[in-house]
């Protein structure tokens, strides 16, 4: 036997075997975390104190190029003091593969702001006998976030992407779900320069949060996510009474969600929001020098300043922020698949775990009802910790080591970006039960695995075609 011909045998061979351990091993921590789940789809994690009240929680689901995914549905859900599931309610029941928006209401329903693909549905929960006791259909509202109920037949909306032969229509108008009549319009075209996040697009303002605020609900705060901004709108005149953040000013806001207007005491505006790009919550007081900050006060937005006096970072893409009666904050963990109360230090003492992309949280009445950071007495800047297994945000995910890596190189800002991009992509496809570094595990196992079957492949083709062709001539 030729033994050049042996020695190539065997190292085919050789190399197969270590390829076979390859992919064992790699695919091995997939395999146990299978049957030892890190995390829970739905349940409580850490619970320090017990919650004053039931949690109300919209999850998102997900859906990835218009399919849906039967083990990641949108469904509202009801956990208990202690963190338990009391029920949930799934987005199939109304037609909806998305949740968004959830309003408590004053008799304890829920108002739900949903989507389905071609349009937007809203409805009122009962969540005493676990029913949809009201819905109103808007074909063609495509992929609204938010919508707030003002009466029995008047609803308040947030309608992004809505761009018609390539301008945009993007606004905030007042419906009338009896007659269809629009009540009231406000056009972002018409305030801000058509070239404002490098123009009209698909999804220009991607406003995706909208609510009556002030005296006598005379002002609207909505939030226009891609110009990293919050703005208060007087509902009379038009005019933009008060402004936070700019475009493209990411040291501010970047990409928010879900604002809250508080108001400190003595009458000083202060707006608490998730700052979702930047991974933080946020809360910043008005400061106008010598003129009165106050709503209402006519004071120009332009001569005034926002400090920023409080914040928790660590969280991954946080969408919704409401501070508690007890000082602490109520924070959807968006990305880390939870949601948590934690003290104004940041430390977690109560957590509920809900996948997947939860959306929005609510805890007795709607948004904030609880006292501004400094009225509390605590500001300054934290990180979150504490929650389960010694919290997610302690652990040491794949983009930190990306984020570490580039810290020694010249180009740490731009490693900076692709951690930040991997960790807001990464936990849209990896299960729950999955660890970071397990899924990253498993995805090179199943490319090295498909890269092998194509070389193999490769190198048998001409046997591969020639017994094709001697089937195909019998």
């Known amino acids: 036997m030729d033994v050049s011909r042996v020695d190539s045998l065997s190292r085919r061979v050789t190399l197969r075997v270590v390829l076979a351990v390859l992919v064992f091993v790699l695919l091995l921590p997939a395999a146990y975390a299978a049957v030892n789940p890190q995390t829970l789809e739905l349940g409580a994690g850490t619970v320090e104190e017990p919650a004053a009240e039931t949690t109300y929680v919209s999850v998102q689901g997900f859906h990835f190029a218009g399919y849906g995914k039967p083990k990641k549905p949108a469904r509202l859900v009801a956990a208990d003091e202690n963190g338990s599931v009391a029920w949930r309610f799934d987005g199939d029941e109304v037609g909806a593969r998305w949740f968004y928006d959830i309003d408590p209401t004053a008799d304890g329903d829920l108002f739900v702001t949903a989507t389905y693909e071609g349009g937007t549905v809203v409805f009122e929960y009962d969540t005493a006998t676990e029913a949809v006791e009201w819905r109103h259909d808007m074909p063609g509202r495509l992929d609204t976030h938010d919508t707030t109920r003002l009466s029995e037949d008047r609803i308040l909306v947030a309608h992004m992407r809505n761009t018609r032969d390539g301008v945009s229509d993007d606004r905030l108008y007042v419906e009338n779900t009896t007659t269809g009549d629009t009540e009231w319009e406000w056009l972002f075209r018409e305030h801000y320069p058509n070239g404002t996040d490098g123009g009209f697009d698909a999804d220009w303002t991607h406003v995706n949060d909208v609510d009556v605020v002030g005296p006598d609900d005379g002002y609207v705060l909505a939030s226009p996510r891609n110009f990293d901004q919050v ?147 605590t500001t300054g800047s934290y990180t979150v910790s504490g929650g389960g297994d010694g919290g997610v945000a302690d652990r040491y995910h794949v983009a930190d080591a990306i984020a570490d890596v580039g810290s020694y190189t010249p180009l740490k800002s731009s490693f900076d970006g692709i951690a930040t991009r991997y960790s807001h992509v990464e936990p849209w496809f990896r299960p729950v039960w999955m660890g970071s570094w397990t899924f990253l595990s498993a995805v090179l196992g199943v490319l090295l695995a498909l890269g092998w079957a194509a070389c193999e492949l490769l190198a048998r083709r001409e046997r591969l075609l020639a017994e094709l062709r001697s089937l195909q001539n019998g």
């Open 231 to 377: 703005i208060l709108l007087n509902r009379s005149s038009g005019d933009i009474a008060m402004r936070l953040g700019s475009d493209g000013d990411h040291d501010t806001l970047f990409e928010q969600h879900n604002p809250d207007y508080l108001e400190r005491d003595d009458g000083t505006p202060v707006i608490l929001v998730s700052d979702s790009e930047n991974d933080r919550v946020v809360e910043y007081e008005r400061d106008c020098g010598d003129a009165d900050p106050r709503l209402g006060a006519g004071t120009p937005p332009e001569s005034c300043e926002w400090d920023l006096v409080w914040s928790v970072e660590g969280f991954n893409w946080p969408r919704d922020a409401d501070r508690l009666p007890n000082g602490n904050t109520l924070v959807t963990d968006t990305l880390n698949h939870r949601v948590v109360e934690i003290t104004p230090e940041g430390e977690v003492v109560w957590e509920f775990y809900a996948a997947w992309a939860p959306y929005d949280a609510e805890r007795g009445q709607q948004g904030s009802n609880g006292p501004t950071m400094a009225d509390h007495g």
